[in-house]
């Protein structure tokens, strides 16, 4: 079984040529291990260090340096719509105020599907709809930093650029 043990941010893909595709759902994209299967058969052991937030079009380093590419699954969704942006804003705000991951589009909100949100969604005013798409949400202000930086390179002392990351290279 092919082990995941790092990850590249989808703006340092460069045209990369990946071995397969996992279709992964919010939860499985937010966890740092676990067995996944690609969509052509690959078999793969996430083992990923600390806080983990994978989005669509990172790609996963396995240990014998192929790469994988991440996509989100379409999951069940509420979209939320709001009267006016004042509307969305009070939305956005009640949801946050309860700790649920949201989606922030240009003139919409989306959670995960749930009755309870559903039901106060509609207590807010907010017109909501049951859609079935991937989920982006919001990282907030403890997630974990986007991956931005390239490891196909090696490093020195005196490499001439700041790396902090949130991880070391051994």
């Given at each position: 079984m092919a082990r995941a043990t790092d990850i590249i941010g989808a703006a340092h893909r460069h045209g990369r040529p990946v071995t397969d595709t996992v279709i992964l759902?919010?939860?499985?994209r937010s966890t740092a291990e676990g067995a996944v299967t690609g969509v052509k058969g690959t078999t793969i052991d996430i083992h990923l260090h600390g806080?983990?937030?994978?989005r669509t079009d990172d790609l996963l380093l396995l240990d014998d340096g192929s790469l994988v590419e991440v996509v989100a699954a379409a999951e069940p969704l509420l979209e939320a719509r709001g009267a006016d942006v004042a509307a969305l804003a009070r939305i956005a705000w009640h949801l946050g105020d309860r700790h649920i991951a949201v989606q922030l589009l240009p003139n919409r909100i989306r959670v995960l599907r749930d009755d309870a949100v559903e039901t106060l969604l509609a207590a807010l005013g907010a017109k909501v709809t049951a859609i079935d798409a991937p989920f982006e949400p919001e990282g907030g202000a403890y997630a974990p930093p986007q991956h931005s930086h390239d490891h196909g390179h090696v490093h020195d002392e005196h490499c001439g650029h700041d790396h902090h990351?949130?991880?070391k290279h051994d």
């Open positions: 759902d919010y939860a499985q806080t983990v937030r994978l990351h949130g991880h």
